[in-house]
């Protein structure tokens, strides 16, 4: 079975650019995640979906981050515009059941470097 | 605020002996704890889990370990092999939920 599937594997920009990253899940899972996750930090969760429905966007900050997931499958994450503290590694995971915690299956993420 | 905490940002093992480590929440209504393992240039997989009604939970060489009182869980690694070197992540999460906090990691290194 191929894996959650993630790019570009890396990225470098300068602040106020824009960046988009790309995820495709694991085929028939209908939870998709996006993580931040912070040089010596762990992962925090910034959007949840449930199929193409968001579940969670609790921790995404709106006002320049934004997530779709169009048909249920694919899904974009965009930073617009990045300033130094979004550089990241970006992970997308999927889960084949919903509200089911240890079932994710993570990608493997994209560093991104804002200069 | 930190609610999930490893204070060990690393710990190096011999192969063969045991690994422990440690976590630390301050969320009294976390009721659900997750170990996950990351090798470098790969997303985290999960490796064990317990819930609060437990105090331990054991899956071949790793055993979870959570004293309420204390806020603490810990996993153990016996016997510990050059495989397991990887980053070890723990989260916790409130009402069973998927949205976890997850502490800052303790990089495992075991040494042949």
Known sequence: EAGVAQSPRY???EKRQSVAFW???ISGHATLYWYQQILGQGPKLLIQFQNNGVVDDSQLPKDRFSAERLKGVDSTLKIQPAKLEDSAVYLCAS???PGLAGSEYFGPGTRLTVT | DQQVKQNSPSLSVQEGRIS???CDYTNSMFDYFLWYKKYP??????LISISSIKDKNEDGRFTVFLNKSAKHLSLHIVPSQPGDSAVYFCAAS????QNFVFGPGTRLSVLP
């Not at chain 2, 240039?41 to 999960?46: I, L, N, R, S, V």
């Not at chain 2, 409130?94 to 939920?97: D, E, T």
């Open chain 1, 11 to 13: 990225k470098i920009i």
């Open chain 1, 23 to 25: 995820c495709n899940p």
């Open chain 1, 95 to 97: 889960s084949p059941q």
């Open chain 2, 20 to 22: 422990i480590l440690n």
């Open chain 2, 41 to 46: 240039a790969e997303g985290p997989t999960f």
């Open chain 2, 94 to 97: 409130v009402n069973y939920g």
